[in-house]
């Protein structure tokens, strides 16, 4: 079941093994009224699973608002939730995390409650790596690279991971800004004229900004040379680098000051005008280097964000600059794109772009392409939509998508059909897949697990999360999703069920499975909010 429970209107479903009943009641907690009852029905096994005699228990109809609990003659019973705040916390401890994860700032009670901590990482004087020097900048050089968000369990920032992080929380503000401009998360920024969430993003986008060479270049990452110690921010204290220069960060880059620039226009203006400065200076280097993948120098033991094509780093930065400035060279450019549009991850960012444009675009664009856009995006809908069926769960999830941080290619995919549900009448269908997607990130899936760190009643306790692994809090950093399933085990740890979909262990050890990211709670946020935006349209 959902550990957080359900809105009145969404689809829900247990899903419970081996019964010796055939039939399921809902009782009030209060009372104990029966207030629903239903038959359960078999469900398919499904290949990634171990388990194999799994029943539905339906009630998508029920739509009373209280606490609940389903009976089931020989399975304890299950306590749960119906109401129309049921993603309310949920969605402000996700965006709140990235808070607990900011770089090169301590952080008071006030603020962080028992998770309060010295400052770490100023960034003030950071080497350059000889991956990333040239003739006018040698490895004397010293930069400040100041605040911005740890990338995830590590302390490093990376500039790929952070682009698409960073845009699809501007993303959530922007497909929502009514919305987001009341909601407060208890930051020191809160009084300020600025909304909350876009406090938050201006911390990274500042670091961001900080992160071009002199030439337009976009350094690849920022990181010490060996992975930190099971330390707290201020007791690594390692000599930190900008590493390598690429076309992928670079275009990355573009894309997200690009986007930042119009986002904060009306309330940075100058600052808004600098960042499209260095969009375009970024593009333009990429245009001179258009195939410069990161290599990971030998001395270098710091995560990669490698990638190799770059047609889709083209296509995003390029929308978000004609976006922009209108400037028809830009335009030339994407009319004359033949990408394929996929699920966005770090590595495939062509939907980003796709995203912004349908957004942005219907007065930009010549009526035909932008038609033929609106199809490439509802048809990825609907290509996502089609694979529910190949999972119990409900979920749009095949082998293919366990892999290291699967809960994020099932939230980018939901986040993908929220985009689409906007240029559509297909209201109910893409939204059931939402609310299957999330109920199994908070428990509905093999493990039993609520993915997300302090968010439901069985949550991960050890996360591969410096900070909380070695502040003195027992209770990890909360709203922190983790990575998930995957049957890689690329950490070496023990899994005691190693097929894809069960592969998942709440153990420090398990770096492939139980990191946490911010590129993996970004479509965390985009994804609540936007539910609970669209609940509150309805008041
Ligand atoms: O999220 C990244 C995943 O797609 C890769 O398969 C994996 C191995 O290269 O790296 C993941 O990113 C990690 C990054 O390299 C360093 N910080 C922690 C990230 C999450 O595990």
Known sequence: MSQVGYLPNSSKLAIVSSPVATHFEIKRKI??????????????KWPLSHESNLFHANFGDFTEQDE?????????????????????????????????????????????GKWARPVGHLDEEVSVHSSATTTSLDSYAVLASKKGWYDAGDYGKYTVNSAIATYTLLAAYEHNPQYYDKLITNIPETKNDLPDLLDEVRWNLDWLATMQR???????????LEWPGKVMPHEDVEQRFVIGVSTSASLDLAATLAVASRVYQEHEPELAKQWLVQAEKAWEWAQQNPDTPYIQPNDVKSGEYGDSTFDDEFFWATAELYIATENPRYLDYLSNSHIEFTVPGWADVETLGLISLLTHGKDLLPSLLYEKWKQALLS???????????????IPMEEADFVWGSNSVLLNKAMVLLTARRFTNNNKGYLDIVHQSIA?????????????????????????????????????IPGMLVGGPHSGHQDKCSYPYPMPADSYIDNWCSFSTNEVAINWNAPLVYVLGELNALLDKRK
Not at 31 to 40: K, P, S
Not at 76 to 99: C, D, L, Q, W
Not at 445 to 468: L, Q
């Open 214 to 224: 002199y030439d337009g270049a976009a350094f690849h990452k920022l990181t010490t």
């Open 68 to 112: 609940f609990y389903l009976e089931i003659e020989g399975i304890p019973s299950m306590s749960f939730t119906i109401g129309n705040s049921v993603y309310v916390e949920p969605h402000r401890a996700a965006i709140k995390s990235f808070y607990f994860n900011r770089s090169g700032t301590s952080l008071a009670p006030a603020h962080a």
């Open 31 to 44: 009372d104990h009224a029966v207030r629903y009852e239903g038959m359960l029905e078999k469900a398919k």
């Open 380 to 394: 990825l809908a609907d290509a996502i939509s089609n694979q529910i069926t190949t999972s119990p769960y409900r």
């Open 440 to 476: 199994y990130i908070f428990g509905t899936n093999p493990t039993g697990f609520s993915f997300v760190t302090g968010i439901g009643n069985r949550t991960p306790m050890s996360p591969h999360h410096r900070i909380s692994e070695s502040d003195s809090v027992e209770a990890p």
